[in-house]
């Protein structure tokens, strides 16, 4: 197959775009359910990994700082 022919980061790359372009074919019911796991996921982890949300707030500032 083509993308087993790539590099693991560009065989990354086709991957998200599969993925986007599956999201753009949903209806948006299921958009809205994956969208809802996703964050509840991503919660936990934070949750789990002590992450606060000043520490979102700073990783957020230390970005922009750098544009």
């Known amino acids: 197959m083509e993308?087993?022919?790539l590099p693991e980061?560009?065989?990354a790359d086709v991957?998200?775009?599969i993925?986007?372009?599956k999201i753009g074919l949903a209806d948006p019911q299921t958009i809205e359910r994956r969208f809802g796991e996703?964050?509840?996921?991503?919660?936990a982890i934070a949750v789990?990994?002590?992450?606060t949300e000043?520490?979102?707030e700073a990783e957020i500032e230390a970005v922009?700082?750098?544009k």
């Open 3 to 5: 993308v087993e022919s």
């Open 9 to 11: 980061s560009k065989q």
């Open 15 to 17: 991957l998200a775009f």
């Open 19 to 21: 993925r986007f372009v």
């Open 38 to 43: 996703a964050l509840r996921r991503a919660r």
């Open 48 to 51: 789990e990994r002590k992450v």
């Open 54 to 56: 000043q520490d979102i």
């Open 64 to 66: 922009r700082a750098e």
